[in-house]
C-alpha cells in the first residue's frame, strides 16, 4: 500500500489555488495501476449561519431546528475540488462527472459547533463507460462522528480492463411514484450557489461553456436539484437518515421539471425529470437511520 498523502487545511480550501490547477496536465492512470492514498483534512470547520442562510435561500430547503442532510456536502465540496484537481492525483477534472452520492447523517448538528472532515480516496471500479472512483468524507467532533458520504465520479474512456460485473450500485425502480409537483428550475442563484461549494465550474454558470462540452444548456449543481426536491417532501423526522441519490443528467436553469415519489413507512422514494422526458434526470432514496459506508476511513 502507497504511503499516504496528508494535507491539512485550517480554512476553505482557496477555489483560485485548485481551479488553476485543474489546467495543469495529468499523469493518467496506467493499466493495473492503484489511484494514490490523498487524504485532505479541514480542521475547525464551521456553519456560518450566512452561508447556511444562503443554502436556505437558493434551495428552499430551510427547518428551524436541523441542518440538511445536504448541507455538509454542499460546504464540504471544496475538499472534493481540492483532491480531484491535487497534482498526485492521475486524471483529469475535465473529464469527470458526478454519478452518484450516499449520505449519511448520525445526529443533528449545532450551527455554533466547529467540526473537523476528512475527505479521502476510496474504492474504483472498471465499468462499461470507463472507471468509476468512491471520494469518501466523514465530519466529526472530537470521537464522535456526525455524517459521512461516498461520492461516486465516473471517468469516460478505456483503461485496459474489463467492466466489474457488480451490479449494487443500481438505481431503484419508480414504477410506484405519484405527481408531488411540477415547477420551473430557476436561473437565478448560479454564482450564489457556486460560492458556498466552490464549483466555478462554467458547466454551471454559462450556457456557451456547456455547450462546448455537448451539453444543450448551463445546469444546476445536482446537490441544489437534489435540496429543491426535498423541500418538496415529507422527509423522516428522525435525526439519523440516509440519502441516496443518482444523478442520471443535468437539469437546465428555467427547465420546467416533473417531480414524483412514493413514501413507505419512514423511507421516500423520488424522481425528478424534465418535462417530456420520461427518463429521470436524478433518483432520490431517503431512509430513517444511518446505512453502512465502507469503513475504511483510518
Avoid at 56 to 65: A, V
Avoid at 79 to 89: D, F, G, K, S, V
Avoid at 221 to 250: E, F, N, S, Y
Wanted: aromatic residues 10%.
Amino acid at each position: 500500500m502507497s504511503t499516504p498523502i496528508i494535507e491539512h487545511y485550517n480554512r476553505p480550501p482557496c477555489a483560485l489555488h485548485y481551479m488553476s490547477r485543474a489546467f495543469l496536465p495529468t499523469s493518467g492512470l496506467p493499466a493495473d495501476a492503484d489511484f494514490p492514498d490523498i487524504r485532505l483534512r479541514w480542521s475547525g470547520m464551521c456553519i456560518e449561519p450566512a452561508q447556511l442562510q444562503l443554502f436556505r435561500q437558493t434551495t428552499g430547503l430551510s427547518s428551524p431546528t436541523d441542518v440538511s442532510i445536504l448541507y455538509p456536502h454542499v460546504f464540504g465540496f471544496r475538499l472534493q475540488m481540492a483532491l480531484l484537481t491535487h497534482r498526485a492525483y492521475p486524471l483529469s477534472i475535465w473529464n469527470v462527472l458526478q454519478i452518484r452520492n450516499r449520505l449519511v447523517r448520525y445526529k443533528l448538528f449545532d450551527p455554533l459547533d466547529s467540526f473537523d472532515m476528512e475527505t479521502r480516496i476510496g474504492r474504483h471500479r472498471y465499468v462499461a463507460k470507463g472507471i468509476e472512483i468512491d471520494l469518501l468524507s466523514r465530519m466529526t467532533r472530537g470521537d464522535e462522528c456526525y455524517w459521512q458520504s461516498r461520492i461516486t465520479y465516473l471517468y469516460r474512456g478505456r483503461f485496459g480492463q474489463p467492466p466489474s460485473a457488480d451490479t449494487s450500485h443500481k438505481s431503484p425502480p419508480l414504477t410506484d411514484a405519484t405527481l408531488v409537483e411540477r415547477w420551473n428550475m430557476p436561473n437565478q442563484g448560479r454564482r450564489e450557489f457556486g460560492s458556498l461549494t466552490g464549483d466555478y465550474n462554467g458547466l454551471h454558470l454559462w450556457s456557451w461553456t456547456a455547450r462546448r462540452f455537448g451539453f444543450a444548456a448551463a445546469f444546476l449543481h445536482p446537490q441544489r436539484v437534489a435540496a429543491m426536491c426535498l423541500a418538496r417532501l415529507a422527509m423522516p423526522d428522525v435525526a439519523a437518515q440516509t440519502l441516496d441519490l443518482w444523478i442520471k443528467g443535468p437539469v437546465f436553469y428555467g427547465a420546467e421539471v416533473v417531480l414524483s415519489a412514493s413514501q413507505v413507512a419512514n423511507e421516500v422514494k423520488f424522481g425528478l425529470s424534465l418535462e417530456g422526458d420520461e427518463r429521470a434526470a436524478l433518483i432520490g432514496l431517503v431512509q430513517a437511520g444511518a446505512k453502512e459506508i465502507e469503513r475504511d476511513i483510518d
